[in-house]
């Protein structure tokens, strides 16, 4: 499709998309004119916690960006915090029902982001924990500003990663890496992320990444988007299958274990830590 065509294509999708933001406004997306590329920012305050409502707007934009053949998408956040990972009060004292969208609905995410045709960016500008972690992890590239942190912290929080979790840190950084960071629940520094390749590149500000983005996106202009498209499909496709095929016991196991005592009492312990952090 010619560039003026896709553009204003993505004028149409953005249109739809402003109004749906309007409406609900927990993403916000702007498609730029020259490059047809989205910008996708994550806006529930404070720190972006990915709870259902966010998460069925990010896999409805997903979905949007995918039917009209987005250039590229890249996924930021309007706040300091980048997304500070899955919303704890989903698993604290769940409601049954609520549990299980909730779950399911993380998993959609994943599966539309991480199997994506177009390219993918994120724009770390704060902290990543846990699920903002994971988000990033989906992105086929990952620019972080400094002084912000980014990992799987799950096992500090008495729970575990799940595997599709395990595996999307593996993809960057390797078994060795990974074992090291879950274990530990560690979260890397912007140095240490770069160091292990956790993350591509580190810029000053928030701009200086947009266009870094960009740049990273413009790189495929002269590569056939099919050709694009697939050999990513090539690299990612045993772990998309792996998890699609496994998403059904993953709910259980996930629903199995918020049920547990023990955890319910870690994650009460771990919200009033935060809550007593803020205080102080
Ligand atoms: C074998 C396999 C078995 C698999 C079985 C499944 C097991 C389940 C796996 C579940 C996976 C979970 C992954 C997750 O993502 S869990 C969430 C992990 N997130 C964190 O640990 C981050 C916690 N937050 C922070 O560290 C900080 O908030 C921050 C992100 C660094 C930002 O700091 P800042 O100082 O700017 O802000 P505050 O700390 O003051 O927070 C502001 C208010 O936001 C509330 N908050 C923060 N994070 C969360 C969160 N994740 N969920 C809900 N609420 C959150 C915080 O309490 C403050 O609220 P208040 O204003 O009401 O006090």
Sequence with gaps: MALSQHLSKSRQFLAIARNYSAAASLVNVEVNDKSGVAVVTLQRPPVNSLNLELLTEIKQTLTGLEKNKSRGAIITSAFKTFSAGLDILEMYKPNPDRAKEFWTTLQDV????????????ALINGPAPAGGCLLSLCCEYRIMVPKAVIGLNETQLGIVAPSWFAASMENVIGKRQTEL??????????????KVGLIDEVVQTKEEGLEKAQGFIGSFARISPFARSLSKQTVRGGTIRSMVKGREADLQLFLATIQQDQVQKGLGLYIEALKKKQAA
Excluded at 110 to 121: C, N
Excluded at 186 to 194: I, S, V
């Design 110 to 121: 994943w599966i539309s982001l991480y199997s994506a045709q177009f390219p993918t960016v």
């Design 181 to 194: 960071a879950l274990t530990t629940g560690k979260l890397f520094t912007t140095d240490e992320a770069l």
